[in-house]
């Protein structure tokens, strides 16, 4: 047992060193393969003896089981904001301020990039991670340990040093770079998966989810700006914490990645060529920046500067202006999702803004090119800001065409031709065949996703290839794959097609709610198929169910009742729910109760692009509290929740009187109710 204990110690160090050469230095000295092998050893050891585990193990950064919410954890020393600056007149404001208030003639500056991430605290004793927390309020935070322990540039034990604090807390800002953020995209389309719209927004919703094995896939890293030893600090001696530089140097010391731009500046006009020359070449960086951090370098004046209620008095920092770039519409091209639903891009005049080309944006609804009068031949401003997703500000319409007409949306579908119909209350219009060719491989995919079925391994590239050649039609063929047939297809070996066929079976004993909202009724998310499975508990039932039993329930309007009254009239789908019956699927569960919460009775309609929450997993927070979500406006709704770009819902609750709900309002509300966290949901992605 001694010999394994030293093997075990021997490979996690090796593991370690590795990890702070590849991620912290950015240097490794072996190959991928190697690491990967000596990790591969490291499991099977440890399987084999798992009362030898450590929770410092590089192994134990897969993540764990998922967690049922988040505990709130107050900080020790509060986590302030910073205010912030705009132009050099206000930094030249902000020097003279610093030095008025110490009565010095020049002051020490520590210039660092503003990382468009999220900020968090990290805590160890003994040199053990043991707490990690976002920021909160600035007060108290969510306990978010689970997740940040995923980020393999957090060191879960630090690097050995002499004297070393007992326990230390160190803050720093957890972000996505390009590359990874784009892999994730990727990765989130094939899987029919919500698109993240910028970098910090897929790492504000990777820190928040439910399940930390999910964290562990997201390409996350992290970069620590301050430190602050609770307990130990004397052993440091006098001289070697003086300054915020020396912090720094510490932090790098212990295995934290510091930023190698971090720089000592002597004067304000210093500081001012340093923001000047980053705003210039921000685009040269692998992440993204928005800023600049401006922060007094010796501690002892800024702790007699110290803070206002908001901010401290020694730093701030200058935001940099928004990237904006004007080109011209070339065209309105018109996308089919997978449950039909169109969605109008612009295709521009290739312009080069933010380090990279832009010729497509966004243009959400045919409501919003009308609020905004955008039409084809306009030139248009476009901004990226600190958003990957580019997005048209306004048109110049002095240099409008004489001959542009307004755009209207056509009458048939692109991809079939079928009808496109736009339902009352509604911004979006939709494709009606449920045969269009553009849905199926969607249908499929959604079927498939992790929020569904979570077939592992069934991408977009094997569906594609699966329906070419003919062995699925639709989603219930899934089920009746063989491996025979499925090595008939290219790249696809013994090991591949055995596990893909394991998954499949697998996904036959997912809960009833997650079948319904596999089948992709249209208007049926996760939320509204968690109504129908606890009420009606089968399949059968649901089918057979008249609009009046359906519209009887909280949560299920008209429009979704006749909606799922026309999925289960139409013999092509009653098929497909044959063949997944006969295949085994679950079709009936026993009915549990409905929660009661804070919402309770309360009907919700949503409208608008959410920040900080899917709009599904927005839906299932309100049921998981007792209300219900409708999808149109009336007299009975008591509030809107509204996100950016809301359509025609957001002008009929205003006529109406109706209580408008920002997103921010309705997380704090979900944070101060009395059931102490918030609902298991692999839906929710929230940065508080």
């Known amino acids: 047992m001694t010999d394994i204990k030293q093997k075990l110690e021997q490979l996690r160090e090796e593991l370690r060193y590795h990890e702070y050469q590849y991620y912290v230095l950015g240097d490794p000295v072996i190959s991928d393969f190697e690491y990967d092998r000596k990790m591969e050893e490291l499991v099977i050891l440890e399987r084999q003896h798992p009362d030898l585990v450590t929770p410092d193990s590089p192994s134990q950064r897969v993540g764990g089981q998922p967690t049922a919410g988040f505990p709130t954890v107050s900080h020790r020393v509060p986590m302030l904001s910073l205010a912030n ?208 951090v401006i922060k007094v370098n010796s501690i002892e004046q800024q702790q007699r500067l110290g803070n206002t209620a908001k901010s401290p008095r020694w730093a701030i920092a200058f935001k940099f202006k928004a990237r904006q770039a004007t080109t011209v519409l070339k065209d309105i091209h018109l996308q089919v999702g997978r449950t039909g639903v169109i969605t109008p891009v612009a295709v521009l005049k290739p312009v080069s803004l933010a380090g990279s080309t832009i010729s497509r944006a966004t243009l959400h609804n045919e409501d919003e090119i009308a609020r905004k009068d955008i039409r084809i031949g306009d030139t248009v401003l476009i901004e990226k800001g600190g958003d990957v997703i580019p997005k048209i500000v306004k048109v110049i319409t002095e240099k409008r065409s004489a001959d542009a007409v307004p755009f209207t949306l056509p009458d048939t579908c692109p991809a079939c031709s079928g009808p496109l119909v736009r339902l009352e209350g509604e911004a979006r219009v939709q494709c009606e065949n449920v045969r269009c060719p553009a849905q199926v491989l969607r249908r499929i995919e959604h079927f498939a996703s992790r929020r569904a079925m979570d077939i592992d391994g069934l991408g977009d590239a094997l569906v594609e290839q699966l329906v070419d050649n003919g062995l699925v039609q639709d989603y219930g063929d899934l089920y009746y794959l063989t491996q025979d047939r499925l090595l008939q297809l290219d790249r696809i070996g013994e090991k591949s097609a055995y596990n893909l066929l394991r998954s499949i079976e697998k996904s036959k004993s997912r809960p009833l709610s997650r079948v319904i909202f596999g089948l992709g009724i249209r208007y049926v998310g996760t939320g509204a198929a968690t109504i129908l499975a606890e009420h009606f508990g089968s399949i059968a039932r649901i089918k057979d169910s008249a609009v009046e039993d359906l519209t009887a329930l909280e949560g299920i309007g008209g429009v979704i009742a006749d909606s799922v009254q026309t999925f289960f009239r139409q013999d092509s789908n009653l098929a497909v729910v044959g063949k997944l019956e006969n295949a085994g699927v679950t079709m009936e569960e026993e009915i549990q109760d409905r929660p009661a919460g804070i919402f309770s009775g309360r009907v919700f309609v949503l409208t608008g692009a959410l920040s900080r929450l899917t709009r599904e997993g927005a839906a299932e927070l309100i049921e998981s509290e007792g209300g219900s979500v409708k999808t149109s406006v009336s007299k009975k709704t008591d509030y809107i929740l509204v996100g950016q770009n809301p359509g025609s819902k957001y002008s009929k609750a205003l006529d109406l009187g109706i209580e408008i709900m920002d997103e921010e309002t309705f997380v704090h509300m979900l944070e101060k109710s009395k059931k102490g966290g918030l609902p298991n949901t692999s839906q929710l992605e929230i940065d508080i």
């Open 85 to 292: 600056t705009y132009t050099q007149e206000e930094l030249m404001e902000f020097d003279k301020r610093v030095r008025k208030l110490l009565s010095v003639n020049t002051v020490e500056y520590v210039t660092e990039l503003k990382f468009d991430g999220i900020a968090v605290s990290l805590l160890y004793e003994d040199g053990l991670f043991v707490r990690g927390a976002t920021r909160g309020d600035g007060v108290t935070g969510d306990d978010i340990t689970q997740n940040l322990r995923t980020v393999k540039s957090i060191p879960l034990r630090l690097m050995q040093k002499e004297q070393q604090p007992p326990v230390l807390e160190v803050r720093g800002e957890v972000f996505m770079p390009h590359k990874g953020f784009s892999a994730l995209n990727q990765s989130q389309e094939k899987n029919g998966e919500r698109i993240f719209a910028n970098p910090r927004n897929a790492t504000a919703g990777s820190l928040k989810l439910q399940d930390p094995r999910i964290a562990a896939s997201r390409p996350m890293e992290f970069s620590a700006y301050y430190l602050n030893i609770i307990e130990g600090g004397a052993g440091y001696g006098e001289n070697m914490l003086q300054t915020h530089r020396q912090h720094l140097t510490l932090l790098r010391e212990l295995g934290f990645p510091v930023s190698r731009y971090a720089v000592l500046r002597h004067t304000i006009d210093e500081v001012i060529d340093f923001c000047d020359s980053w705003e210039e070449k921000r685009d040269s960086l692998g992440f993204e920046i928005d800023g600049v």
